[in-house]
T-cell receptor, first 113, second 114 residues
Framework: GNSVTQMEGPVTLSEEAFLTINCTYT??????LFWYVQYPGEGLQLLLK?????DKGSNKGFEATYRKETTSFHLEKGSVQVSDSAVYFC????????????FGTGTSLTVIP | SQTIHQWPATLVQPVGSPLSLECTVE??????LYWYRQAAGRGLQLLFY??????ISSEVPQNLSASRPQDRQFILSSKKLLLSDSGFYLC?????????????FGDGTRLSIL
C-alpha cells in the first residue's frame, strides 16, 4: 500500500540555520509528492510539489527533490527564519488511487531568534 | 481564482448534540472534495471524499456522515456528537482526477465537545 514516513519532531533551530526534514514514501504506482505547511490555527497550505523522478520543487526558499532510487522527498532550506515556525507535512498521491492523498504525521519546526 | 470556505471557524457543542459543518468551493467545477480530522498534535485522518454530487466514500466508520447536495458544497454532519469527535476539521478540494493535482485546504473548524 501507500504510506509516507516523516522524521519525528519537534525540531528546534536557531535563526539562519540549515533545515532538513526527512520524508520517505512507499507507493504502489508512480506517485506525485507534495510538501504542505500548517501555521498555528490554520489549514494546510501547499508549499511545493514534484510529479516525476528528479523533479525539484521549490518555493519561498524551500526545496525538495523527488528521488525515486531512495523513495525520498526531503525538505530543505538553507537559512530558516522565525516565520518558518510551523508544522510541515509530506504527502503523496498515486496514479492508482488518484483521489486520495497519503499524509505523513507532520514535523513541528520551531525557529528561535 | 479558486477559493474554499469553511464555517464556522470555531464551535463548542455538548455531547449528544447534532453537528453540521459546511464547506464551499468557488472558481472551479466538479472538484473532488474531502473532509479530514486532525486531533491535537496529530496528523490528518481522511474521513470522507467525494468525486461528484451525491457520491460519498467513507474511510472511517463512525458516527459522522457527509453529503454533497451541490457540485461545490460539502457538508459534514452528526446526529449525536461524542467526546471523541473533538478536533480540527479540514475541508479540501482538488481539481479533476489527475493524481498530480494538489489538494487545497480551507482554514478549518475547531470543534470542542463538552
Amino acid at each position: 500500500g501507500n504510506s509516507v514516513t516523516q522524521m519525528e519532531g519537534p525540531v528546534t533551530l536557531s535563526e539562519e540555520a540549515f533545515l532538513t526534514i526527512n520524508c520517505t514514501y512507499t507507493a504502489t504506482g508512480y506517485p506525485s509528492l507534495f510538501w504542505y505547511v500548517q501555521y498555528p490555527g490554520e489549514g494546510l497550505q501547499l508549499l511545493l510539489k514534484a510529479t516525476k523522478a528528479d523533479d525539484k520543487g521549490s518555493n519561498k526558499g524551500f526545496e525538495a527533490t523527488y528521488r525515486k532510487e531512495t523513495t525520498s522527498f526531503h525538505l530543505e532550506k538553507g537559512s530558516v527564519q522565525v516565520s518558518d515556525s510551523a508544522v510541515y507535512f509530506c504527502a503523496l498521491s498515486d496514479m492508482n488511487t488518484g483521489n486520495q492523498f497519503y499524509f505523513g504525521t507532520g514535523t513541528s519546526l520551531t525557529v528561535i531568534p | 481564482s479558486q477559493t474554499i470556505h469553511q464555517w464556522p471557524a470555531t464551535l463548542v457543542q455538548p455531547v449528544g448534540s447534532p453537528l453540521s459543518l459546511e464547506c464551499t468551493v468557488e472558481g472551479t467545477s466538479n472538484p473532488n472534495l474531502y473532509w479530514y480530522r486532525q486531533a491535537a498534535g496529530r496528523g490528518l485522518q481522511l474521513l470522507f471524499y467525494s468525486v461528484g454530487i451525491g457520491q460519498i466514500s467513507s474511510e472511517v466508520p463512525q458516527n459522522l456522515s457527509a453529503s454533497r447536495p451541490q457540485d461545490r458544497q460539502f457538508i459534514l454532519s452528526s446526529k449525536k456528537l461524542l467526546l471523541s469527535d473533538s478536533g480540527f476539521y479540514l475541508c479540501a478540494w482538488s481539481g479533476g482526477a489527475g493524481y498530480y493535482q494538489p489538494q487545497h485546504f480551507g482554514d478549518g473548524t475547531r470543534l470542542s465537545i463538552l
